[in-house]
């Protein structure tokens, strides 16, 4: 059987076609399969024991408004949120940047303060098992000042709403 240089050159280079398109065809997969397993790796746990003691303590009442507040955790962590807001929510610039390295006690010095009925402080630290730990606490402050408890609203038990991920329906990984 002869052998046609110019068909040979043709299989050849169908070959590799052929051959490239499966390598592609197999490295989305992989990458595909890769994605949906990171989505369902990455989840954000909040079982955390980590404690917090603070200083506004939650629920206190001051004389007048905080010089700083004062944060002393259980263990070892990454504070990677702080805010206060106002009992409107809207939030007060109080100079929080996230600072990568780990500690036990965190200080913030904090602005003058606008009197109002309280103040809400948010935060989220993960520790060292990379699990996310948050919390709130709440103080007021000043001559007619309450309890910030006794002056929230009672909250409504929400039921939960389960919103499925369509991104991943039907994506034939």
Known sequence: MHSNPKLDVMRSKSMKTMLLRMTLALTLSLVGIQYVQAQHVMTINNN???????????????????????????????????????????????????????????????PELEQKPYYTVEWAAIDPENLVARGTFRFSFGPDAAPASTLLPEEEELVPVIVPDYRLIDQGF
């Open 48 to 110: 955390s024991d980590v404690e917090l003691e603070s200083s506004p303590e939650d629920d206190e009442v001051l004389e007048s408004s905080p010089k700083e507040l004062m944060m002393r955790f259980s263990t070892y962590v990454r504070l990677v949120k702080l805010t206060m807001t106002d009992p409107e929510e809207n939030f007060v610039n109080i100079g929080f940047i996230y600072n990568p390295d780990v500690s036990r006690v965190f200080f913030l010095d904090l």
